[in-house]
C-alpha cells in the first residue's frame, strides 16, 4: 500500500500549485510517516539496549560504535 500517484495530478488539475499538492502530499501519507519513523526509532533504542546489557559501556574498555554514537 502507498500513496496513490493520481494525488498529486488531482491536486495539480485542481488549480493547487506545485508547493501546495506537495504539502497535500505529505498529508495523506503522514500516518505512513509516522509509522516508518516511530519503527525506526523502536530499532535504535532495541540495539542499543541489546549492547548496554550484552557488552557494557565502559568508555576505552567496552564500548562500541553503537553506543558511542548514542551515548
Known amino acids: ?26 498529508r495523506e501519507a503522514r500516518f505512513g510517516i ?9 530499532a535504535v533504542i532495541s540495539e542499543v539496549g541489546a549492547v548496554m ?6 568508555a576505552g574498555h567496552t564500548r562500541v560504535m553503537t553506543t558511542a554514537i548514542v551515548l
Not at 53 to 58: A, E, R
Request: glycine fraction near 20%; avoid cysteine; hydrophobic fraction near 55%.
Open 34 to 42: 509516522g509509522a516508518a519513523a516511530a519503527a525506526g526509532f523502536g
Open 53 to 58: 546489557m550484552v557488552g557494557g559501556n565502559i
Open 1 to 26: 500500500a502507498g500513496l496513490d500517484p493520481a494525488t498529486r495530478l488531482t491536486a495539480l488539475a485542481l488549480g493547487a500549485t506545485p508547493g501546495q499538492a506537495t504539502l497535500a502530499m505529505i
